[in-house]
């Protein structure tokens, strides 16, 4: 019966991890078919990928995996710092040595953005320990990196360059 159990977790953990992928990899491909001039088939990608956020969601909650919003701060925290400090320095690294310029570039996008997400959710978290929620008016994220400002949006962006017409602003 323990082993069933685990079994069982472990599928919907994996079933949970296909689902966020699907999720994502949707979402990517109806930008490039907006892009394109196929705004119906970007928008069935777009609704379909809805549906798998639904299913990695029901899994996620499932396996336990939803907490009050000052653990849920906590698990950020933990996720990125553990790109910060461990996981993109290493694929980084690995990258410049076998010359994989690509891979160079969008690991030191991610790592860049994911030292603000973790001060940032570090900072809710304290707030959200005493009841009070975040002062934040408006989000900004760097399309073309992921570089994040809050409140203030830079005139180009400081990892990326990208101009602060294009970021993205989430109010």
Do not use: W
């Amino acid at each position: 019966m323990v082993v069933e159990k685990k079994m069982t977790r472990k599928f919907l953990e994996d079933a949970f991890a296909g689902e966020s992928m699907a999720h994502m990899r949707y979402l990517i491909f109806a930008e490039q078919a907006e892009r394109e001039g196929y705004p119906n088939v970007a928008k069935l990608f777009r609704a379909i990928a809805h549906a798998e956020f639904v299913h990695a969601k029901n899994h996620f909650i499932a396996l336990g995996k939803l907490g009050k919003t000052p653990e849920n701060l906590q698990v950020g925290i933990d996720g990125e710092t553990y790109e910060v400090e461990e996981m993109y320095p290493v694929f980084k690294n690995t990258a410049e040595f076998q010359g994989e310029k690509d891979a160079v570039r969008t690991t030191h996008y991610a790592l860049e953005a994911e030292k603000i997400h973790a001060e940032l959710y570090a900072k809710a978290k304290e707030l959200a320990e005493s009841g009070k929620d975040i002062e934040i008016k408006k989000v900004y994220i760097c399309p073309v990196c992921g570089y994040t400002a809050v409140d203030e949006v830079p005139e180009y962006c400081p990892v990326c360059g990208a101009p602060r017409e294009k970021f993205v602003v989430f109010e």
